[in-house]
Nanobody, 119 residues
Framework: QVQLVESGGGLVQAGGSLRLSCVAS????????MGWYRQAPGNQRELVAT???????NYADSVKGRFTISRDNAKNTVYLQMNSLKPEDTAVYYC?????????????WGQGTQVTVSS
């Protein structure tokens, strides 16, 4: 069994910063792509950023230049540094990972962490 546990959400004023962390634990051989998604009330879950094991990144246009995704493969951890936050960034942020277990790829989600940006 694999678990993804997020932390670092909270309430921040517009223009502020937050850093999210997500740790994967369990019977993990390796983790391929890790990423962050978010879902605001009434909206679909959307991609924020992804990062491959080798460090290639992909960002939603709405966060480019403000958010930075990174990872520590030794710790099975992915981070999301969020700067210049806007009220429209308010959402539940979910960690996602493609985990290789005994040669088979499985996709996992974390439980989510709330980010609220006040104007």
């Amino acid at each position: 069994q694999v678990q993804l546990v997020e932390s670092g959400g909270g309430l921040v004023q517009a223009g502020g910063s937050l850093r999210l962390s997500c740790v994967a634990s369990g019977s993990i051989l390796s983790i391929n792509v890790m990423g962050w998604y978010r879902q605001a009330p009434g909206n679909q879950r959307e991609l924020v950023a992804t990062i491959t094991r080798r460090g290639s990144t992909n960002y939603a246009d709405s966060v480019k230049g403000r958010f930075t995704i990174s990872r520590d493969n030794a710790k099975n951890t992915v981070y999301l540094q969020m700067n210049s936050l806007k009220p429209e960034d308010t959402a539940v942020y979910y960690c996602n990972a493609d985990v290789i277990i005994v040669g088979t790829k499985y996709n996992y989600w974390g439980q989510g962490t709330q980010v609220t940006v006040s104007s």
